[in-house]
């Protein structure tokens, strides 16, 4: 007991919204309470706590996801100049100081001890603490908000925490170091040893492939020496150079490459004379073809000179004749015009003279006698008509009149026979509301003293209900909390957890509990029987108000049936006083008189109808058309003779001037008589016919002539453009044949492209067929010279991979190929048995981590299970409720929860997230309970104790009374000291009671508000109060 550490001071300075506080705590276990509204400082103070023991705070790394900043932890509402500072001291005489010197400050300052760790480490605790924030998060401190606590965070989170205490580290780091995964160090370290060895063994095999191969392809023939290779090049360079003569080197490379460059060049070249020559030979034959185009050229010219001199005389000829035909065309053209004119004015003379003779010769016309006879006649018809449909009119005027006032008097007789029958509905509306009034007397009385009835019962009804519903909820709360305390006393237990009252004897306190819970039976059935007996009354009431409701609703219907007819008769009467019959008593007598006048009436336009069909018999709108047509027509042929004959008087006028003005230009102002008229007509007829035969005849010359011109001028014009296009052809020739011979100097055949051609072509094939046969031989020569040199670098290759195979394993300059090949061959066996074995400590390196990580894993899940199955006992003992809690299980590198299925979890259903059915009162519970059987579990440090911000948050009075009675337990049994806060006054005093009276030191700070001198605090001791600010 020694060893136990106690808080006996802690203090803030400067610290967030606190200026100063100074707390002092008994050396011994004890409770200390912060008491404090929301947003006062009751967290700041224990995460300054935890800041002063870990350099950091959990909830704000996991939300900033960075360290502790300066400036959230300096004072805020009025920073000052002083420094930041957190003081924990305990019973041994140390004390813990850190501190921030600015608000900018990057680190803080710890004093008192270096090692907090190994500080509060207990001396039985074997294993070292690496985490310590780790493990006062698991053991000592309990977050207000749901981040930080165990509850809430993910299983590899939750897993590493405990990892610490379980002292499980060691064998991971044994297992990692041996193998552990396949991206481990040690692994990675294996696999790299064996990819070496591999490497050499690769590396020494591809050296014996290669001097084997190197071996083989060595034992061919025809190898020469490097003399024997420059010999032979030096024939190939002379066969090249007989098939294409070039300037001879003094020492010429005769190397194969060199050589087959040559080679190359010497055919190429040979291919371009070859090219040449072929050139030379279509050269030869286009110019024996331009030859004979030039000759042909040549003809046609000569041919058009002497055709178109020709044709040039003709046309001269044709020319003159046309001129002369013009001429005579001319001047029978204006004889003829001349004759023609004088003719026709003699006929037009004639023709005057004999239409004057014509116009004097007719008659008078009868026509406008006759006309006008008829117009007289039409025009008395048409008056006749004209009385006979005015008659007709007036009939049918008067027959229109008569089915009118027909109509009026049938709507007044409709409008009488309405008003008859909404009468006789009245009537019958009527009696129906008088029966149903003398049925139901009284009925507005009678309704409304039911509807007051019905009111009172119901809330007397609504009163018993209310009543009956408060007295059963707190019975069932009553009865529910007191056998929850009955279910959860201890077989011994003397002491009432509510009110803390002891009895001599545990079975006198269950009988009183369960006195407790059966006290308010008998007063809920009497209240029972008198809502039953309530509710009664009130049905009978509420049917009684319905049927009366129900009556007169049919009295209302049938007094708005009775009204809306009266409306409806009062509009029919004004309708028929609208058509013009008054309301009367007697509306019978109306109706009959109103149906003779209507027989009356009817019989007058029968007989009006019948003398106007009489009357329309006759089609006197046709005969009227007809009357009218004949005299318009009569009218038109007066009209028309009157026009003719102002139309014959004009006409004459016209001709008598004429013939005037005819004889004067004819034979100045005499007339000649009418034999010299006639005889100049003839003798100017016979005249004009003979110059128009001479001028159809001149005609028919000068068109001859004209088309002979026209046809040489086109034949002169097409010989023209024949004769240039030739010489055109024959310009391109003669460029053609120049650029023939430029082209045939260039191919360097010698001579002119001519009739010694053919020579120069001959000799040129017989050098080229020598050319090809010296540059095969020259190609077979090469070939050799290749095979020879092939054979001696082969051999030479095998001797550089037997020098490479000798130097790698070190062999002597006079071993023989076997011996080096027999100590590679040996060192390549030697490599492999290497990598095998490399391969088989890997595995059992393997085996044995997978082996340690399994019975870690195993130890791991056995270790969990008393931390899980004493948190189920602290849980039933906080929450008095076995169906709520947590099961744990490892899976891999997590440490998974779920919900404890109850009963009315199907037990097939798989893991259920307790964050998903859990109240946040019952996970708030779960927190405590799992820091509480986590520090009970691991107990790894000196200081036992239980920093608890907010424990009871969701919580009621009967939970708090079983919390206070756990925290007591603890306290007093394990010797812990717990501090925690609550924002309710009450329900810190009911726990400093609690505490009080099981006589445990109980420290209560009451944070009382926030000002500019700092939050104002009220510290109680254990003993008296004292007060505080600061």
Known sequence: ?????????????????????????????????????????????????????????????????????????????????????????????????????????KTSKLS???????????????????????????????????????????????????????????????????????????????????????????????LLDQEQAAWADAQVSGALDDGQRRALGLTIVGLIQAAVPSNAQADPDVGPIALAARLAEGRQAVEQRSLALARAKALLTERRGLQVERSTAEQVIGAAETRLAALIEAAEDASERTATARSKLETLVAQLAAEGARLASLRELSDAEIALQQLAAQPASLVATQATAQRLAAETQIGRLQRRRQIENRLGSERD????????????????????????????????????????????????????????AAAVAEGLQTALSTMTGAADEITEAVSTIVANLGPEACGCPVCATEFPDPSVLRARAQAAADRLAPAIRQQQAQLEQASAQHRERVARRNHLCLAKARVDEAEAALEAERLEREGFRRRAEAEGVADSADLTRVADALAQLI????????????????????????????????????????????????????????????????????????????????????????????ARVQQVSVQAELAAAEQLGTLLTLERVELEARRDETRQTLRTLDTRYAAQSVEWSSLGLGGELGDAAQAAIDREEQALMSGRNALADAGAQLTRLREAATAWSKQGAHKEALERLRAHVHGAANHTREQIRTASTAELKALVERSALIARTKAIAAQASTAIEGELSTFNDEYIQPLARLMVRVNRAILCDPRIGVEFRIDGNAVNQAAVKGDLIPTDRGGINPLLV???????????????????????????????????????????????????????????????????????????????????????????????GGVQQAIQGPEAPRAAVG
């Open 918 to 1012: 859990h109240s946040e009162g019952q996970m708030a519970a779960l927190g405590v309970s799992l820091l509480c059987a986590a520090s009970l579990t691991f107990p790894w440090s000196r200081w036992k104790a239980l920093v608890l911000d907010d424990p009871l948050q969701h919580n009621d009075a009967i939970h708090a009374s079983a919390f206070a009675d756990f925290v007591g337990n603890i306290v007093l049994d394990r010797r812990y000291q717990v501090l925690l806060t609550t924002h309710e006054l009450s329900q810190a005093e009911f726990l400093r009671r609690k505490f009080r009276a099981r006589d445990i030191p109980c420290t209560l700070v009451n944070l009382l508000g926030a000002g500019e």
């Open 401 to 456: 009149a008569l089915a009118g006032e027909i109509e009026r008097v049938v709507r007044q007789k409709q409008a009488v026979d309405t008003l008859r029958s909404a009468d006789l509905r009245l009537t019958d509306l009527h009696s129906a509301l008088t029966a149903l009034r003398a049925e139901y007397p009284d009925l507005e009385a009678r309704l409304e003293a039911a509807e007051v009835a019905e009111t009172q």
């Open 112 to 206: 008192g001890h270096e090692d907090l760790a190994a500080y509060l480490t207990a001396p039985d605790w074997e294993a070292t603490v690496g985490d310590l924030g780790h493990y006062l998060l698991l053991t000592h401190f309990l977050s207000q908000s749901n981040l930080p606590r165990l509850a809430h965070r993910d299983g590899p989170v939750l897993f590493d925490i405990l990892k610490d205490a379980a002292q499980s580290r060691r064998p991971e780091a044994i297992a990692k170091a041996l193998h552990g995964a396949g991206t481990t160090r040690p692994a990675r370290a294996f696999k790299a040893l064996k990819d070496k060895v591999d490497a050499a063994a690769a590396a020494l095999r591809l």
């Open 1 to 105: 007991m020694s060893d136990d550490l106690f808080l006996t001071r802690l203090s803030l300075k400067h610290f967030r919204n606190f200026a100063t506080l100074d707390v002092e705590l008994a050396p011994q276990p004890g409770v200390m309470i912060v008491q404090g509204s929301n947003g006062l400082g009751k967290s700041s103070l224990f995460q300054g706590m935890e800041w002063l023991l870990t350099d950091q705070i959990e909830q704000f790394r996991l939300v900033d996801k960075s360290r502790v900043r300066a400036s959230y932890l300096c004072r805020w509402t009025k920073p000052v100049a002083e420094p930041t500072a957190v003081v924990m001291g305990f019973s041994d005489g140390v004390t813990l100081t850190r501190e921030l010197a600015t608000p900018k400050s």
């Open 599 to 690: 027989e009356s009436l009817e019989r007058r336009l029968r007989r009006r109808s019948r003398w106007r069909a009489m009357l329309g018999a006759v089609d006197a709108a046709a005969a009227t058309q007809s009357a009218v047509r004949q005299r318009d027509e009569a009218v038109r042929v007066i009209e028309a003779e009157g026009r003719a004959q102002a139309d014959r008087d004009r006409r004459r006028s016209q001709l008598e001037a004429d013939v005037v003005r005819i004889s004067v230009a004819l034979f100045g102002g005499d007339k000649a008589n009418l034999e010299a008229r006639a005889a100049e007509v003839t003798r100017l007829e016979t005249s004009s016919a003979g």
